[in-house]
């Protein structure tokens, strides 16, 4: 998939760090990944060349400079296609982030659901692959159905034969969740899916940030991932979909460059993907996620891979040290990313990231955009560490030793 030989690959976990400027220039513990992870120095010089050499509007110049930044995004355009193991590039949508995609989807592909149609979704979802799908079923009629989460904080997909009935016409899922950090078992989804002709909508945005897909091998339908969490800009996502499926969709946002023809009365709409890109789109910012993409196809995803989850089994082991330190999700590293959430008994999660945030450690809090899932667990938010490839073992460490002071 990557176009560079195996022994070019990038491995070295401190060499990967370096790339990183902020990272470099700052003493800073930075474990907020999951929320928006570091820009390598590739896509801030590539978000700078754009600026400098390449700012104009794509589509509708015949002038050079036009087609050089025209060119520049459809090749960021490829990439991501690589990147998913798209079929082709056209099955690639730039979008604003995750929600946006996921705002489309509902807002087009959903537009077609009758009432009494069923919507499988999650109580793992985060809020922006929820609250898209329960206003298209209010404005559809169709009912919303929710898997259930197993104690250990993954998907129940034995409930997958409850759930998922006749009706069901969408499901809904995340590829890996924000707060537990729990993989989600495709194969299992996509069958359930295909017994009773339902569309498998994927939220990529956890899973995306950690290597190349192969989108067509999993079978499923759609899938949204947030350029800011793929090590790129902030202001882009992708939404990618069959091409069978795009292809017989209406445009959600309509206006300029998504047309074919527009007459006084009539108009007729460009096909995938310029038919869901309406207006200007972020142009800048796609070219600076083409950026991002090359540079992660230029890492050993084995050699990443092993060191998060080296630093994901450091953290859990350390944290089931911690009397008054409950972690919320899987306690393995087994199908699992290092998306690591927790509580500290009698201590609100605001107080404890205030708390680290004192060792210079950045760590999130709060619902984390999943209220139902607190709700169901009973808290009101977890403080949450995430692990990328640039993180040390420095890193884990502090966030332990500032956690043992603050939860002694
Ligand atoms: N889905 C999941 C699982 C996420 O973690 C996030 C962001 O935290 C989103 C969706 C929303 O992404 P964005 O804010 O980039 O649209």
Redesign the pocket.
């Known amino acids: 998939m990557s176009p560079r030989s195996r022994a070019a690959l990038l491995s070295d976990p401190a060499t990967i760090r370096r790339q990183f400027p902020l990272l470099a220039r700052t003493r800073l513990h930075y474990l907020d990944s ?2 928006t992870a570091q820009m390598p120095e590739v896509v801030i010089a590539a978000l700078q060349n754009f600026g400098t050499t390449l700012r104009a509007n794509v589509y509708g110049g015949v002038y050079k400079l036009a087609r050089e930044a025209l060119a520049e995004y459809e090749a960021a355009r490829a990439d991501v296609a690589r990147f998913l193991g798209a079929a082709s590039p056209q099955e690639v949508v730039f979008t ?5 995609a ?1 705002n489309l989807l509902a807002h087009s592909f959903g537009e077609r659901l009758r009432e009494g149609d069923e919507i499988v979704l999650s109580i793992l979802e ?1 809020h ?2 929820t609250l898209p799908w329960r206003a298209l079923a209010r404005r559809r009629g169709a009912e919303i159905r929710v898997l259930p989460m197993t104690p250990e904080g993954r998907l129940d997909l034995a409930s997958l034969k409850d759930v998922v009935t006749a009706k069901c016409r969408i499901i809904a899922l ?1 590829h ?3 707060v537990t950090g729990a993989l989600t078992n495709v194969a299992e989804i996509v069958g359930s899916a295909r017994a009773v002709g339902a569309a498998v909508v994927l ?1 990529g ?2 899973r995306a940030p950690h290597g190349p897909l192969d989108l067509q091998e999993l079978g499923i339908d759609f899938y ?1 991932f ?1 350029g ?2 793929t090590f790129g800009p902030t202001g882009i ?1 992708v939404l990618w979909g069959r091409g069978d499926r795009l292809a017989d969709m209406p445009p959600f946002m309509v206006g300029g460059q998504m047309i074919r023809r527009v007459t006084p009365e009539t108009a007729e709409f460009a096909d995938p993907p310029r038919r869901f890109e309406a207006g200007t789109p972020p142009i800048g910012a796609a070219i600076g996620l083409g950026a991002a993409i090359r540079w992660m196809e230029g890492l050993d995803w084995g050699a990443v891979a092993n060191h998060e989850r080296r630093l994901t089994g450091r953290l859990l082991e350390a944290l089931a040290g911690l009397k008054r330190v409950r972690v919320i999700g899987p306690v393995t590293t087994e199908q699992r990313r290092g998306v690591v959430s927790f509580t500290v008994s009698g201590m609100g999660s605001e107080q404890v990231c205030r708390r680290l945030d004192a060792y210079g450690l950045a760590l999130r809090h709060g619902h ?2 999943a209220q139902p899932l607190m709700l169901t667990l009973g808290i009101e938010g977890a403080a949450r560490a995430s692990i990328a490839p640039y993180t040390t073992e420095d890193d884990i460490d502090q966030l332990v030793a500032g956690l043992a002071e603050i939860a002694r």
């Open positions: 999951a929320a604003y982030g995750t929600t946006s996921l985060h922006s692959n995340t890996c969740s924000n939220d945005a956890q949204a947030s800011h969490k996502g984390h955009c």
